[in-house]
């Protein structure tokens, strides 16, 4: 899969994936488990809803 997610954008969902999966927990939520999108596209690299629109925060080389 291409690359397209950069480091701010990469650092913002690391954030809020955080948060959304401390806040499921603080309110014993299965709300908590949404927190798995953004840490799960943070960690590959990859976001699925960028792809159709050619969409990049990644810099290029």
Known sequence: MKLNIGN???LIR???GVAIAVLGIVFK???GL???IPL???AV???PLYLP???ST???A
């Open 14 to 16: 690391i954030v809020l």
């Open 29 to 31: 939520s299965w709300l």
């Open 58 to 60: 990644r810099k290029k």
């Open 34 to 36: 949404i927190a798995i």
């Open 45 to 47: 690299g990859t976001c």
């Open 53 to 55: 629109f050619g969409i």
């Open 40 to 42: 799960g596209t943070a």
């Open 8 to 10: 701010t954008d990469r």
